[in-house]
């Protein structure tokens, strides 16, 4: 938490698959690698080594996907505030890149840009983002998150056998600090628990969402630099 002051960004967002979108480019070129939130943010560039960026930006993690199942209610519920997942539909893009933007608004606010070079460097940070979802994660579900039947966020979850896989969950900023977050990370650990699955998910090193994953029993398992790796096993 303490280290939102070095310039992470305030988001309750947390995301895997971010920090490989443009493997094989020069990364000395210091806008190639900005694109590559995943690694780093903007103030941790300084005193990098290009051997920094190629171990972290050759990272690869795959997973072999079973058919998503869908949970459409999320819960329990409190009297007024109903959250409710749906699938994600080709006219929930522009909704969904207000979201991705809202996770970024912190860190751009630090660089010298205009309106209109921040709009274009977080489209192509999205559409990157999206299309590394797909290729690397083709049967992950694609959820939005809906209180009382509004749109707030984005949800991404993979599985197989043995692991669910909190890809990402990302609020838009005004529907932050209302529970919702840990009720969906709650869920997920509901039906982890019925189906005996681990729970696994990257979180940056200074996010503040690490705090709360550490409060419902995640643990760290991995260190890769950018990120921590948190699992969750459930009761013995």
């Given amino acids: 938490m303490a280290e939102r002051r070095r310039g992470r960004s305030s988001s309750h967002c947390f995301s895997e698959g971010r920090w490989n979108l443009f493997s094989g480019r020069d990364y000395s070129d210091l806008n190639t690698i900005a694109l590559n ?19 972290l930006f050759s990272i690869e993690r795959w997973l072999d996907m079973t058919d998503p199942t ?8 409190t009297p007024g505030n109903v959250v409710t997942l749906r699938p994600v539909s080709p006219r929930d ?14 860190e751009l606010a630090q660089l010298p840009w205009d309106d209109n070079q921040r709009a274009s460097f977080l489209r192509m940070q999205f559409d990157a983002q999206q299309q590394d979802y797909k290729r690397r994660f083709p049967d992950a579900e694609s959820r939005l998150i809906l209180l009382n039947d509004r749109p707030i966020g984005g949800h991404y979850v993979a599985r197989n056998e043995s692991e669910i896989r909190i890809l990402e969950i990302a609020i838009l900023p005004a529907d932050r600090k209302k529970g919702v977050g840990t009720r969906l990370i709650r869920n997920l650990l509901d039906e982890a628990a019925r ?12 996010n503040p969402s690490l705090d709360l994953f550490e409060r419902l029993g995640f643990a ?3 260190d890769i630099g950018s990120h921590f790796l948190l699992e969750w096993r459930g009761p013995s």
């Fill in 220 to 222: 760290r398992v991995d």
């Fill in 70 to 77: 869908l949970n459409l209610s999320v819960g329990p519920d």
């Fill in 93 to 106: 893009e522009d909704f969904l890149f207000k979201v991705y933007a809202g996770t970024r608004q912190d």
């Fill in 195 to 206: 189906t005996h699955r681990l729970v696994r998910v990257y979180v940056e090193r200074f």
């Fill in 37 to 55: 939130r995943g690694i780093c943010s903007w103030s941790q560039l300084n005193g990098w080594t290009q051997d920094s960026y190629t171990r």
